[in-house]
């Protein structure tokens, strides 16, 4: 119910509009149709459900596969990124959208450890190449001291950067629903430079998700202990490169 303030300005709600006193100014606005929110919100909460029934398992094949480190928020932020295949993707309605109609360049970028981001020890940019169902990846000429100088406070025997391709079906329709599809390793001690690479992939498989993960991975030699993996959270950097589907 409205009244009538000391300022002689209504307060309260006539109709479908509700009367407010703002610095002194009247604003009106009109109520919410609390059936339509209700329904929308159905919707987004019953995609943001669908994602979050894909995600750990998505999750646990790149940790487990791939023998990744990941810190305590990944599944926020994976969870987010498939949630974003879904609502970006306006060529259908909800509830019939699924993570395999997104686009999975939302998958670009996402670190698996925050604590160790990509970016802060990969010196070199990767190219990725789609030609006639086939992918063309440039390695560029590997110098060991210019991933040196990204950890000076380590006596490294020597590195190991990986290169995995994954295929994915993100709504696990397909049997196998994820597989390591191809990989490469290149090994680098110390002071050692490694040529340009081409690697070229053919034959992907269509209708599915493809994602180029990379992995670096530290070695010392230690006195004790031999050679040493140094895996930790601060020290274990691995992160999606590139994305696409066929």
């Not at 009367?19 to 606005?29: L, P």
């Not at 599944?75 to 974003?84: Q, T």
């Not at 690479?197 to 230690?222: C, D, H, Q």
Request: aromatic share 12%; charged share 25%; with cysteine.
């Amino acid at each position: 119910m409205a009244r009538i303030d000391k300022d002689g300005l209504i307060r309260g709600k006539i109709g479908d509009f509700v009367y407010r006193n703002y610095r002194g100014k009247q604003i009106v606005q009109r109520v919410a149709d609390e059936s339509k929110t209700s329904e929308k919100v159905k919707k987004n909460n019953s995609e943001f459900g669908y994602a979050s029934s894909k995600e750990s398992i998505i999750r646990n094949f790149f940790l487990d596969q791939l023998n990744l480190i990941n810190d305590g928020n990944l599944h926020n932020r994976h969870r987010k990124v498939l949630y974003e295949l879904l609502i970006h993707n306006y060529a259908q309605e909800p509830h019939q959208r699924k993570l395999l109609d997104g686009n999975p360049k939302q998958y670009i970028g996402l670190n698996f450890n925050i604590n160790s981001k990509w970016e802060d020890f990969m010196p070199y940019y990767i190219p990725v190449n789609e030609e006639q169902n086939k992918f063309i990846i440039t390695i560029p000429l590997l110098y060991a001291k210019l991933f040196q100088q990204k950890v000076k406070n380590y006596a490294l025997d020597h590195l190991k950067m990986t290169l995995s391709l994954c295929s994915i079906d993100p709504d696990l329709e397909q049997n196998p629903n994820a597989i390591i599809y191809n990989q490469r390793e290149f090994v680098i001690y110390k002071d050692q430079k490694i040529e340009e690479t081409i690697w070229e992939i053919a034959a992907l498989p269509s209708n599915r998700f493809l994602l180029v993960i990379g992995k670096i991975e530290y070695f010392e030699m230690n006195s004790v202990f031999g050679l040493k993996s140094l895996n930790s959270k601060e020290l274990c950097p691995a992160c999606v490169i590139y994305a696409t589907k066929f």
